[in-house]
């Protein structure tokens, strides 16, 4: 069983940063293509950003988010500077195989249970 676990968010400032973590259990970790997404009060579960053999991401968070990951550590993790009110949401990290339709959540076969970011202006 694959379990991940996020860690990371909080309340901040515009413009502020914050590092969000997420742990992964089991052996696999390296195998996977790790995504984080985000979903706001009243809206779509989105995507963010992956890493797997390359890393994409959403064009609402290019250039200010930074998506990695430690394979001794079974974490990736998910840099965001220049926060702005609009990132408010809960976040959650996920696992798939394959390197396709990353932008994809029902691509994706585990889910950690998420971390509320909140942006205040």
């Known amino acids: 069983q694959v379990q991940l676990v996020e860690s990371g968010g909080g309340l901040v400032q515009a413009g502020g940063s914050l590092r969000l973590s997420c742990v992964v259990s089991g052996r696999t970790f390296g195998s996977y293509v790790m995504g984080w997404f985000r979903q706001a009060p009243g809206k779509e579960r989105e995507f963010v950003a992956a890493?797997?053999?390359?890393?994409l991401y959403a064009d609402s968070v290019k250039g200010r988010f930074t998506i990695s990951r430690d394979y001794a550590k079974n974490t990736v993790y998910l840099q965001m500077n220049s926060l702005k009110p609009d990132d408010t949401a809960v976040y959650h990290c996920a696992a798939k195989n394959g390197p396709d339709r990353l932008r994809v959540v029902v691509m994706y076969d585990y889910w950690g249970q998420g971390t509320q970011v909140t942006v205040s202006s």
């Open positions: 890493i797997g053999v390359l890393t």
